[in-house]
């Protein structure tokens, strides 16, 4: 598979017809070919993970897992549970950062989100905070070598950090699942999902354990980027921020009578919050950077034009696609959120239809491999950045102007690539707001 021919689609036309052709052009082989390689699970395993892999006839490991994420990630109850956990805990940060005054952005955002995130999904005994060895940033030594351990050559030689850490992470899962007990376990659903159907397959804890290290990828890989980006356009165009506090203000935020506190209503946020949303998708646009990729099951002339020859790769690039001039404009190389709102619309009004066209946004990958934590991942997105608008100034520590550092790289498996530099800013309460107090509802 990863030697073979490799069939590149750039127009969004064609992207559709890829998506109609999902059970020939599937994208869950990729799995049975890499996941081995990622994880690090042993044969018996992957034997497992590799049977019916497509679920043609009956159920399979992998169907099941996917078809109990999205279900558990599309319940409107469990979204709203992931998120209230995780900026429960991002309220400690953001009181801890505002005593700091600096901080480098990226560092604190991967460091903050890591954890609260995580916590989000598996409970108070989450490993990656009850670990004292700072096994949140293992995840990042194996994240940065992933490349390298997808080769499989001597990765102890050849990729020693990431090694280490898969190794760390694996063992501290194994545990974790050693003591699981879904009747008493405060992880989300997905988790319980998750731990009942590696039961069913028989398999152990340890290959639990090295199962959900691939797991942290899809939870953290692509959203701490993209939060990076997000807040970095927002803070770095004064008009933009200005825009998106009064938006934020006229529709997502509860008062006190007093005045003296102030609550985010986050479900309130990504109803109304139009110019946040769309900020938000911008970003992504901009910054999804990846490549969605396909399996040719067997012989299959896409679109009625197209020979595709069993045993090729189909790869669609995000980066060409989200700057194709045809789909988004003369402009499609500038950042501009209002291309999501629709034309002559008010931000902060009710159903503002999106323009875009469709099969040229693909930061979630698109047909039967769409992200099942799409909801999650805007959710926590917009919250995060609304938040920190809300409560605080920030500007570049050196008093220079802002510069968005060009990405980096690092792995074949993340569509948005963290920054080449971090950039350190400077943090201070927001002028006007002195002494309010902040707090968030669902509502």
Same mark, same amino acid.
């Given at each position: ?44 395993? =992957? ?36 998120? =209230? ?9 953001? #009181?801890q950062l505002i ?41 990042? @030594?194996? #994240? ?14 050849? *990729? ?11 063992? *501290?899962?194994?545990? @974790? ?82 005045? =003296? ?39 299959i002339l896409l679109?009625g034009k197209y ?22 404009? #003369?402009?499609?190389? =500038? ?17 503002? /239809? ?7 946004? /693909? ?27 809300? /409560? ?8 220079? #102007? ?21 950039? /350190? ?19």
């Amino acid at each position: 598979m990863l030697n073979g021919k490799v069939y590149v689609v750039t127009s969004p036309e064609l992207i559709n017809a890829v998506n109609r052709s999902s059970r020939v052009l599937a994208f869950n082989p990729f799995i049975a070919q890499l996941g081995k390689r990622i994880t690090g699970h042993d044969e018996i395993t =992957s034997q497992i993970v590799q049977h019916n892999l497509n679920g043609d006839n009956e159920p399979g490991y992998v169907t099941e897992i996917h078809d109990n994420t999205i279900a558990a990630l599309a319940d409107p109850t469990s979204i709203q549970n992931i998120t =209230s956990t995780m900026l429960d805990g991002i309220q400690d940060h953001l #009181d801890q950062l505002i005593q700091e005054e600096e901080a480098e952005l990226f560092a604190w955002i991967r460091h903050a989100v890591t954890r609260c995130s995580t916590t989000a999904i598996y409970g108070p005994e989450n490993p990656l905070v009850r670990d004292q060895g700072r096994l949140d940033e293992s995840f990042w @030594y194996f #994240d940065a070598s992933l490349n390298r351990l997808i080769l499989d050559i001597l990765p102890s030689l050849f *990729a020693p950090k990431g090694h280490t850490a898969r190794a760390k992470l694996g063992a *501290a899962f194994q545990e @974790y699942f050693r003591q699981y007990s879904p009747g008493q376990s405060q992880s989300s659903a997905m988790t319980l999902r998750r731990h009942l159907i590696n039961t069913k397959y028989n398999i152990t804890n340890w290959n639990a354990g090295r199962l959900e290290v691939g797991v942290l990828l899809g939870i953290l890989a692509n959203i701490i980027p993209t939060m990076f980006y997000m807040i970095i356009h927002i803070f770095s165009d004064e008009q933009l921020l200005q825009r998106i506090r009064t938006e934020l203000e006229a529709s997502a935020i509860a008062r006190s009578s007093d005045g =003296s506190t102030q609550t985010l209503k986050v479900m309130s946020m990504r109803a109304y919050c139009h110019l946040l949303h769309a900020t938000f998708k911008e970003v992504l646009r901009h910054h999804a950077l990846g490549s969605s990729v396909r399996y040719v099951r067997e012989d299959i002339l896409l679109d009625g034009k197209y020979f595709l020859k069993k045993g090729m790769v189909v790869q669609m690039p995000m980066g060409v696609i989200h700057r194709n001039r045809h789909a988004w404009g #003369d402009d499609a190389t =500038s950042f501009r959120p209002e291309r999501f709102l629709a034309d002559g619309s008010e931000e902060g009004g009710k159903n503002v /239809r999106q323009t875009n066209p469709a099969h040229a946004f /693909r930061p979630f990958g698109g047909g039967t491999s769409l992200c099942p934590g799409r909801h999650v991942a805007t959710l926590e997105t917009m919250a995060l950045a609304a938040l920190m608008v809300l /409560r605080f100034d920030v500007r570049p520590a050196d008093g220079g #102007d802002w510069v968005i550092p060009e990405p980096r790289q690092e792995s074949m498996a993340t569509n948005v690539f963290p920054p080449e530099k971090d950039v /350190r800013v400077k943090v201070a309460g927001r002028a006007g707001a002195e002494g309010v107090k902040w707090s968030f509802s669902m509502g």
